[in-house]
């Protein structure tokens, strides 16, 4: 409705002593902070089965012969330090294929060879690496791989060369 028909209304409700409906007042949140909006990106995985492993939530689920997951790296995630005593090897022999939705990577090699990776930008990490989130942004990376295959699957090479 326009807004004079709407007073019209009003006016003619007021005269005649019938009441107009009216909406009631929207509460404030808390400490009047709005409700955070919903983000997909972060949003439970349908179908996927979820896990945490060195403070990252990883979800995986299957899609055909490979597997999908959505790994979310918090911010100070460092594989040194969060990863690293729970596989037990110097370095990442992972392979990481898939795109980089949200967030910036630091890559660095073996040999001194450095990557920065910044969303969005399609990924692929060759194994023995250590990395970690640049900066206060969450990482989110979708991730494709056929778990002890994928290096083979995938034509990637088994260790980072130049």
């Known amino acids: 409705m ?21 909406r009631p007042a929207r509460k404030a949140a808390p400490g009047n902070r709005r409700p955070k909006p919903f983000d997909a990106l972060l949003a439970p995985v ?13 979800e995986v689920g299957r899609a055909g012969a490979a597997r999908v997951k959505r790994m979310i790296y918090p911010p100070g995630f460092h594989w040194a330090a969060d990863m690293k005593p ?23 090699y073996a040999d001194g060879c450095i990557v920065e990776h910044k969303a969005p930008q399609i990924v692929a990490i060759e194994p023995g690496h250590d990395g970690w989130v640049v900066g ?18 995938l034509g990637m090479p088994d260790a980072h060369r130049h």
């Open 2 to 22: 326009v807004a004079s028909a709407v007073m019209a209304k009003k006016t003619a409700a007021r005269k005649s002593g019938r009441k107009t409906a009216t």
């Open 86 to 108: 729970v596989t037990g090897t110097e370095l990442c022999m992972h392979a990481h294929v898939g795109f980089l939705a949200r967030g910036e990577i630091h890559i660095e």
């Open 136 to 153: 206060k942004e969450p990482v989110v990376l979708i991730e494709f791989d056929f778990e002890g295959d994928t290096i083979n699957r």
């Open 46 to 58: 349908k179908g996927a089965t979820r896990r945490n492993i060195g403070h990252v939530q990883l």
